[in-house]
């Protein structure tokens, strides 16, 4: 391919929007992260910004920029030989963090070099702190997009310095004992990735910080009324830099139906609130007896449930094979298992009365918006410390336990779907539905917080 077939084909659905202000957004490339980054592009659109989105070439997120017609899309890409050889997240990011400053530079600099559309911001997940320097090199001021909670990113931030209290073999510390200044947490609440080294995540969460604190401004997928005493800490933490708490951000857009889905015939016939929606997210990952364990507490709870497995999720499967002969027949319209299913639109039907969620926080706050009270079992990262806060900060929900044994599942499940009708885990999730439903309406903190936003990347 000649040079400029090839550089047609990178920039993907070209637009020029005379006169309108440019916002580059930069996502990492997991689902977690893209889609609200994705949600952030679309509210920023309908406030006359003009969207280009940089997106890394990888097999790990199903991004489609013909999905997007509305924005333009450049692709930079990784030296894959590199980037498929590593073992874990954490150090998958690492590595990008490291590999990509070149790609983002040049990416960076023809964008700087078109003159149709004067550049606002450049917008990076929190997880891209090399991006810093590639903004301050070009004088664009960089916003950094935290797509978790507020609460989850204090306790993230805070644990390299509080590492040495609880894995030193000399420590005395209990894994029960309250974070000092986040007494919400407990230090087994802290993120942990499975068999990844603590190295290299204390590395990547203190550049992480290091370069939000240089950041021109930090937005949440949050709101105010969910975590006012995080918002105020990290008020403080990052003084003077302005927070825009401005979640939830679906909430701004609207649903889109997919009336074609086949869980929503089978959720149309099922009585409201009787259903358990089951999925653990795009990355978490299953044993083959944690699998069986699932699916032997799901068949013996009497509640009709719709598991998402996706292909690949339970080691060493392709997808349902190791599920006993029989299982689905058993289960006959009790059970629908599907491979993926339109979350958003699958909690907002009448029908779903609970959610057993890995605490991913998209799950979660999806979950809270629609009123589902959750069942927590948290795999990694952040989703321990959401669970803590679902479970025992907001009580919207209940704790699984640390294994997944069929006996307990089935009592926890339970004990959940009995909340579902007049419990007070019910009444407080139906209150946070209601605050996120205020909070994006005019002069509602969500609504307030995205117009400052708006008057922000305008004052250049
Ligand atoms: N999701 C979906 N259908 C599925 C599985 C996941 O729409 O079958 C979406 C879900 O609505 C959420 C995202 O994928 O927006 C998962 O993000 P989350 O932060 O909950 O978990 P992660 O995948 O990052 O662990």
């Known amino acids: 391919m000649s040079v400029k077939a090839e550089q047609k084909a990178r920039n993907i659905g070209e637009k020029k929007e005379e006169g309108k202000m440019r916002v580059i957004l930069f996502p990492v490339p997991f689902e977690g992260h893209t889609n609200p980054m994705l949600h952030l592009a679309q509210i920023l659109y309908s406030k006359a910004f003009s969207i280009t989105i940089i997106h890394i070439i990888t097999h790990l997120t199903s991004l489609h920029p013909s999905n997007h017609p509305n924005f333009t899309f450049r692709s930079i890409e990784p030296d894959h030989a590199e980037t498929c050889s590593v073992g874990g997240v954490i150090e998958l990011i690492t ?3 490291r590999q990509l400053i070149e790609p983002l530079r040049k990416c960076v600099a023809e964008l700087v070099g078109e003159v149709d559309n004067e550049i606002g911001c450049l917008i990076t997940d ?79 969460l203190t550049s992480i910080f290091i370069q939000t604190k240089s950041s021109s401004a930090i937005i949440f997928n949050s709101f ?74 799901l068949a013996n709870s009497t509640h009709p449930f719709l598991w998402v497995v996706r292909p690949a999720m339970v080691s060493g499967s392709e997808w349902l094979e190791r599920l006993p002969e029989g299982f689905e027949e058993m289960l006959g319209e009790r059970g629908l298992i599907v491979k993926w299913a339109p979350q958003r639109e699958v909690l907002a039907h009448p029908a779903i009365g609970g959610f057993w969620t890995h605490c991913g926080w998209n799950s979660t ?60 885990i019910m009444k407080r999730v139906m209150d946070l539905k209601e605050k996120a439903d205020t909070c994006i309406k005019e002069g509602g903190s969500s609504f307030n917080s995205l117009k400052n936003l708006v008057n922000f990347i305008l004052q250049k």
């Open 224 to 297: 105010h009324d969910l975590e006012p005493d995080s918002l105020l800490k990290c008020h403080h933490l990052f003084s003077p830099i302005p927070i825009f708490p401005l979640g939830p951000f679906h909430k701004h857009l609207p649903l889109t139906p997919q009336p074609h889905h086949p869980s929503f015939s089978w959720l149309n016939s099922k009585p409201p609130r009787s259903v358990l929606y089951v999925s653990f997210g795009t990355l978490a990952t299953l044993q083959p007896h944690e699998f069986l364990e699932i699916a032997w507490g």
């Open 365 to 424: 706050i999806e979950s809270l918006c629609e009123g589902v009270p959750m069942l927590c079992y948290p795999c990694f990262g952040d989703q321990k410390s959401n669970a803590r806060y679902v479970t025992h900060v907001w009580r919207i929900g209940v704790m699984l336990g640390d294994k997944l044994e069929r006996g307990v599942i089935e009592k926890m499940i339970m004990k959940l779907m009995a909340e579902r009708e007049d419990g007070e």
């Open 126 to 204: 929190a997880h891209w702190h090399f991006s810093q320097d590639v903004a301050n090199e070009f004088g664009i001021r960089r916003i950094v997009l935290r797509t978790a909670n507020i609460s989850a990113f204090l306790g993230m931030l805070a644990l390299p310095a509080l590492r040495p209290f609880y894995t030193l073999p000399s420590s005395e510390t209990n894994l029960e004992d309250p974070l000092p200044n986040l007494p919400h947490l407990r230090f087994k609440d802290l993120p942990t990735m499975n068999n990844e080294s603590h190295h290299f995540i204390d590395q990547l």
């Open 95 to 97: 590595l990008l963090n």
